[in-house]
C-alpha cells in the first residue's frame, strides 16, 4: 500500500489565486482529514469526513472548502488565498474504532505571497 | 474534548529511559489519551493509547495514574532518532477528531 498520498510537495500562490491540494488513501478508511500546521505550532483540524458524501468542519475552516466524492479521495479546494493560509498541509486517515491510529501523508507546504 | 498540558521542551540522554509526562486533570471518564509524535518535518505518526490501564507496545509505554488526571509516556532506551516533537491527546470515544496541543519538543542528544 502506498498510504496516504498528497501532491503538490511545495505551491506557491499569488494572493486571490486558488487551488486544490490532492488527498489520496488506498488502505480504504471510511475517515479523512486535513490539518494545517503553522510554524511551531500544532496541527489544527480545517475539515474531516467520515465517509463518502459526508464532510464536517473543524476548527479552522475558513476559506476553504472539501468534497468526498469517493472513499479514497478527499482534495481541499482554496478559493481566494491569503497570506494566512501559508502553512503546511497533512492529510490524514483512519479505519473507524477505537485504536484511531491516524495515518498522516507527508504534507503540503504551500506560500502565499 | 479535554485540554492537555506537556512541558515544551525536554532533553534525553542516548540510551537512556525518556520519560514524557502529560497533565489532563479534566478528562472525563469516557476519553481516551493518545500519544503521537512528529519527526521533523513529516506527518505525525500514532505511538500508543489507553484508557485507565497502562499500555506498552514495541514502540513505548504509556502510564495513566489511576485518578487519571495524568499520564507519562515512556521510551525506554532513547535513541537519536527519537528526537521529535511528542503530543499527548485526549480524545472522547464518540469523536474521531485529535485535537492537538503544541507537544513536547525531546531531544536526544549522543
Known amino acids: 500500500n502506498a498510504g496516504v498520498t498528497q501532491t503538490p510537495k511545495f505551491r506557491i500562490l499569488k494572493i486571490g489565486q486558488s487551488m486544490t491540494l490532492q488527498c489520496t488513501q488506498d488502505?480504504?478508511?471510511?475517515?479523512m482529514y486535513w490539518y494545517r500546521q503553522d510554524p511551531g505550532m500544532g496541527l489544527k483540524l480545517i475539515y474531516y469526513s467520515v465517509g463518502a458524501g459526508i464532510t464536517d468542519k473543524g476548527e479552522v475552516p475558513n476559506g476553504y472548502n472539501v468534497s468526498r466524492s469517493t472513499t479514497e479521495d478527499f482534495p481541499l479546494r482554496l478559493e481566494l488565498a491569503a497570506p494566512s493560509q501559508t502553512s503546511v498541509y497533512f492529510c490524514?486517515?483512519?479505519?473507524?474504532?477505537?485504536?484511531?491510529?491516524?495515518?498522516f501523508g507527508p504534507g503540503t507546504r504551500l506560500t502565499v505571497t | 474534548d479535554a485540554k492537555t498540558t506537556q512541558p515544551p521542551s525536554m532533553d534525553c540522554a542516548e540510551g537512556r529511559a525518556a520519560n514524557l509526562p502529560c497533565n489532563h486533570s479534566t478528562i472525563s471518564g469516557n476519553e481516551y489519551v493518545y500519544w503521537y509524535r512528529q519527526i521533523h518535518s513529516q506527518g505525525p505518526q500514532y505511538i500508543i493509547h489507553g484508557l485507565k490501564n497502562n499500555e506498552t507496545n514495541e514502540m513505548a509505554s504509556l502510564i495513566i495514574t489511576e485518578d487519571r488526571k495524568s499520564s507519562t509516556l515512556i521510551l525506554p532506551h532513547a535513541t537519536l532518532r527519537d528526537t521529535a516533537v511528542y503530543y499527548c491527546i485526549v480524545r472522547g470515544i464518540n469523536t474521531d477528531k485529535l485535537i492537538f496541543g503544541t507537544g513536547t519538543r525531546l531531544q536526544v542528544f549522543p
Open positions: 488502505m480504504n478508511h471510511n475517515y
Open positions: 490524514a486517515s483512519n479505519p473507524p474504532g477505537i485504536r484511531n491510529e491516524q495515518y
